[in-house]
């Protein structure tokens, strides 16, 4: 074996060690068959730790910068014994030194080694030398985009191509969309110097996790690029994460989108989530739904479990407009959307106890639900 | 009848990579060599696929590098044939082909993938992100407990939904599907299934949707020794091709390569014992079976005199009891249910292959002959008997019960015939 990580040398804090091996740990798989997946890399050099990890589908690099590096290095280490080691410390700064791949970490009081393996068996991260820049959005903005998007991405594993969101650019025009084809979400935003031409892929669900906890800085340029099969999200100078893609085809979604809807119900927000929640505590798996009576500015939320009782809710519509009607939700659905909307007002707009409804938030966000049938 | 004795003599080659795996022992120590990172059965198979040469196969690797050159490639293949012969190797060395995108139609009609270059290196290092060996074996680094406790015995669906098709673990968690994402390195992505007639008939099911609608530049790879018991609706999906044993030339070829510095006597014995199996002689010298031999052999000839071989039983259960804990003791996340079945199925091989070398022979009576036939039979009986999970002793006792039964008066026989 090399014994070119020999040399690994510097003082961390540690604080930010444990944060930064926590964000790592999110790509680390708990097991796997090859050890080297379930490592963490450290790479010291030019003043900067930089945390690597991949379970060969999410590659992710972490920069911390506040490190004093003695001696420039490698090293490949167990992500969870690492991680748990440096938590459990109590020390303002670890001290963490390399010998023959194992690592000696150092506290004021303890003194804890841990076997390595070779860094040149780890497998790989982003290669942003090759990745083509496709288009830049802020990182608060792309984590708004996220939020109302991701909630709505398929669980069910037996549609593929609906199992991640589609990013759509067009032009400066970026959307997201996903769905599980039972309700659909879609968020509109603009991004900026985007590259020619049209772009659209789809990017698998533990990415869009993972990418959330890292825009936490609203104000950060987050760099998207395309490297073949995969895309690149360069946040700031901060981290680099690089993810395969859903292969597959995602449906028509605006063909989904209805039109020419003729009924109109405006709620305060937090008033219908409440109404809601208390009609769903007598729901159960035989009745998920909830019955939906709008008639001119009043909705009765009507529930019924067998066995157990039933429910009847009023809610105030602020504003309703067309012929009453009837209709059958699942709460979850609907409190899915609530929960993640900033406006104070929704609006849900309807067609008929078949047809799906529309909730439209600003002018960026939709929702699109599918009613279900009610009982007799 | 056939089919018995070929079930018997199933899993007997080197377990490449988690033998070897399992030798790895913890070094406790400032001065510990650091331990290989990547999958130790992926590093065992990407070194044998492409650091040597292919031995035989001639008519599947042509098969293979014609519709590799030819850019006719069919999505999903059955590499079917006996235990050992060499499938797992050229199915990597099909992958390493398949997955590096810079292969070109004369590495396809060469049948011969770069050995430079990232994909060549990943491979060796056992982390290749787009090439995944689906073994039983897997069971035990799954994410999911419950398979983790299973005893490696099949191919359980929960291990398809990890490494290919996704979905729902019994613990209620979702699974993305690796078969649905884009490759990792540009090439294309393929997925082998080691003995895939373990697949139980869920986990076939559930195979059926992604053979059916493949993604994109996506391969599969279903390696059995018994592809009759693949459903037909597999099957159907796949193009088959069929694997045989080397020719006796064909392993003396491979033994002056892989059998180096070995006893001679223990070197011919191991030859005899695999029957065209680089995989079986590789496992009788590494797992020293001419040793188990020798202490078998002087009961099985008084059970071919027709006399009583009294401890045989006990003899063939010790060897795979002490086979079984050792497996257990150098990788604990071995099974030992699995461990004693391959020690059984080593022992019914060495039977099996006693049988078929008498039945060669030209000095027997047709009484004889007939009696040695009939071995087959029952050392599959005493395997049926384990699979339903009957004692091991009992069905080892069952067995040296049935012999004799079948060898009941062969002295008589050789007698008059004297």
Known sequence: MTTTTDGLHLICNRPALVEALAMVSAVVPSRSPAPVHMCVKLEASNGTLTLKATDAEIGLDLHLPSVEIKSEGEALLPAEKFSQIVRAMDDATVKLELHRHAATLQGAHSTFKIFGHDPAEFPGTADTTTAVPDFQINAGQLRRMIVRSSFAVATDNTRYAIVGVLFERKGRRLRLVATDGRRMAMVKGDCASPADGDAHFIVPAKTMG???????????????????????????????????????????????????????????????????????????????????????????????????????????????????????FMPAFLLDVLRIVESTEITLEMKSSKSPCLIKVGADFLYVLMPTALGS | MAKRVSKSMSGVKAGAGESRAAARGTQPGADREPQAGGDPALIARARDALDASIIGHERPIAALAAAGANGTMHHAWIFHGPSGVGKCTVAMRFAALLADRATTADDWRSFTPRRNGDCAKFMRLGTHPDIRLIRKELAATSADSALRDRKQLNLPVGLLREHIIGGTTSDGKHLDSPAFRTSWMGGGKVFIIDEAELLDAEGQNALLKVLEEPPPSTWFVLVASHADRLLPTIRSRCQIIGFSPLSDQQMSQWAERGLTGVDPDERAWAMRFAAGSPGAARAAIDERLHDWWKSLEPHVKRLAAGEFPGGAAEVMADLVSDYAEAAVKRDTRASKEAANRRALAIILHMLAEEARAAMRRTDLSREDIARWASVPGVLADAEDAVDSNVNLKHALAYLVSQWMDVFDGVHQSQGAAA
Request: glycine fraction near 6%.
């Open chain 1, 210 to 328: 993972v990418l959330n906890r890292l825009l936490d800085d609203p104000e950060t340029t987050v760099r998207v690029s395309r490297d073949g099969n995969r895309v690149v999200f360069e946040v700031g100078d901060s981290a680099t994460l690089v993810t395969s893609l859903v292969d597959g085809n995602f449906p028509p979604f605006e063909e989904v989108i209805p039109k020419d809807l003729d009924r109109r119900a405006t709620f305060d927000s937090s008033e219908l989530a409440g109404a809601i929640k208390r009609a769903a505590l007598l729901t159960n798996e035989e009745s998920r739904s909830i019955k939906f009576s709008f008639e001119s500015t009043t909705l009765t939320l009507q529930s019924h479990a067998a066995d157990m009782g039933e429910a009847e809710i009023i809610v105030h519509a602020s504003a309703f407009e067309g012929e009453p009607m009837v209709v059958g």
